[in-house]
């Protein structure tokens, strides 16, 4: 396994970092910054801007995994956060609540909740969105810096195509990280992230304590490529969970060229490696790469053609993302939120239209494994919205997965509205 020699100092200082922005936060008297957007810590306050979101959702599931019941959930997510104006010394804060509740059945699915949030449920499909009040986001920001922003406390990070780091923003309880988070974008296009994570908050309602490290730089080159590296270190601290401690390299680069007027050919790849880190017991020797192509046809119709693989066999391991919004890949039916012992590759094709406040997309996929090759399943997704004059979202979202070797035949369909205030 790697275990850096620079690792504990790193996190040492990161600690260290909390406690001088906590300090800072206690003794920064008004009036030192030249630029203001607050003239005293009161106005800062009073003068902030509040926002409730509404998100009510009925989701249904049918998987042979549990053959006589089907699920029913029909959850309301509430959140109402408020964030305050810049204070006379370049700090601001923001806190968010959030509250998840069942509207009707509680019994109607088993919620995977986490120790007492757990319904109880076992006859009946797991749909994973228990029930659950807590502040979901409250953390400071610091903008004394020029070009640098700085965030300490509870926080959602969203990084990219969330394919490794996200807030899993699809279920009613989001994933949040308790957090130091560096956003620095002195350099001309580029913007470059680090962020030490002590504790991620996740959907189930518990939490994963770690000694994280997150380190993100976007380059915009030109209006046709823009470019992504990353480093992630995860170092989860109890010994449960230890066999996803790992070190991930890797990078990215997408864009697009306008070949007429009508017509915009879009591109990705993005490669990753892992291997094993801190006190994971396992030896990981894990591979990631993609590959998609596309247009985009008079700027309503998108088409894409994507081949995507995580290694993965007895011997090396495989390549696990287990901070990503995983519901945004392989799948909407959530058949592949870790991978499976002998890798996966994931063939899909996507088409999009949009008209107005209206869209449609559809995606399939052909699942097989990435290590001797056997057919897992395949899978359709669908999904239409439309959008009020009101901005209010109205949409219907459908998942279709029949299996070969993995998992059962599932299908799920997902009605859903969302309305900010």
């Known amino acids: 396994?790697?275990?850096?020699?620079?690792?504990?100092h790193i996190i040492a200082m990161a600690r260290v970092l909390v406690g001088i922005c906590s300090l800072v936060l206690s003794i920064c008297p008004e009036g030192i910054l030249a630029e203001e957007t607050a003239s005293t810590f009161t106005d800062a306050l009073k003068k902030g801007k509040a926002h409730i979101d509404l998100r009510y959702r009925l989701e249904t599931v049918s998987d042979d995994a549990v053959p006589d019941e089907n699920a029913l959930a029909s959850t309301l997510r509430t959140t109402?956060?408020?964030?305050?104006?810049?204070?006379?010394c370049g700090i601001s804060a923001f806190v968010e609540f959030e509250n998840v509740t069942i509207v009707g059945d509680d019994e109607g699915y088993n919620n995977a909740g986490a120790g007492s949030l757990w319904n109880g449920v076992t006859d009946k499909p797991v749909v994973?969105?228990?029930?659950?009040?807590?502040?979901?986001?409250?953390?400071?920001?610091?903008?004394?810096?020029?070009?640098?922003?700085?965030?300490?406390g509870r926080q959602e990070l969203v990084l990219g195509n969330v394919r490794f780091v996200g807030n899993v923003g699809w279920r009613q309880n989001h994933q949040s990280y308790d957090a130091l988070?560096?956003?620095?974008?002195?350099?001309?296009?580029?913007?470059?992230?680090?962020?030490?994570?002590?504790?991620?908050?996740?959907?189930?309602?518990?939490n994963i304590p770690m000694d994280?490290?997150?380190?993100?730089?976007?380059?915009?080159?030109?209006?046709?490529?823009?470019?992504?590296?990353?480093?992630?270190?995860?170092?989860?601290?109890?010994?449960?969970?230890?066999?996803?401690?790992?070190?991930?390299?890797?990078?990215?680069?997408?864009?697009?060229?306008?070949?007429?007027?009508?017509l915009k050919i879009l591109y990705c790849t993005e490669l990753a490696m892992q291997s094993d880190f801190g006190d994971n017991p396992n030896s990981i020797n894990a591979n990631y790469y993609r590959f998609e192509g596309g247009a985009k046809?008079?700027?309503?119709?998108?088409?894409?053609?994507?081949?995507?693989?995580?290694?993965?066999?007895?011997?090396?391991?495989?390549?696990?993302?287990?901070?990503?919004?995983?519901?945004?890949?392989?799948?909407?039916?959530?058949?592949?939120?870790?991978?499976?012992?002998?890798?996966?590759?994931?063939?899909?094709?996507?088409?999009?239209?949009?008209?107005?406040?209206?869209g449609m997309k559809a995606i399939y996929h052909n699942y097989t494994a990435e290590e001797g090759g056997g057919k897992y399943g395949s899978e359709l997704d669908i999904v239409a919205s439309c959008r009020t004059r009101w901005k209010q979202l109205f949409a219907f979202k459908m998942a279709l997965y029949s299996a070969d070797t993995h998992a059962f035949d599932t299908n799920k369909i997902m009605v859903f509205t969302t309305f900010s205030i």
Do not use: C
């Open 297 to 358: 046809i008079q700027g309503k119709l998108t088409v894409k053609a994507g081949y995507e693989v995580l290694s993965g066999n007895p011997t090396d391991g495989s390549f696990q993302t287990p901070l990503a919004t995983l519901h945004a890949w392989n799948g909407w039916a959530d058949k592949f939120l870790s991978t499976p012992t002998n890798g996966l590759k994931d063939f899909y094709i996507s088409g999009e239209v949009k008209q107005g406040p209206f």
């Open 212 to 262: 994280a490290q997150i380190i993100n730089a976007v380059v915009d080159a030109n209006e046709h490529a823009k470019i992504t590296g990353f480093t992630y270190l995860l170092d989860l601290r109890r010994n449960s969970q230890a066999g996803l401690s790992t070190v991930t390299l890797g990078g990215n680069i997408s864009g697009s060229h306008t070949a007429s007027d009508n």
């Open 128 to 152: 994973a969105d228990p029930m659950i009040t807590e502040v979901n986001q409250a953390y400071v920001s610091i903008t004394k810096i020029q070009d640098t922003q700085i965030n300490i």
């Open 1 to 8: 396994m790697i275990r850096s020699k620079n690792t504990s």
């Open 181 to 206: 988070t560096f956003v620095n974008k002195s350099v001309n296009k580029t913007t470059l992230i680090y962020s030490y994570v002590h504790n991620v908050n996740r959907i189930f309602g518990d």
């Open 80 to 88: 109402l956060n408020y964030k305050t104006l810049t204070s006379p």
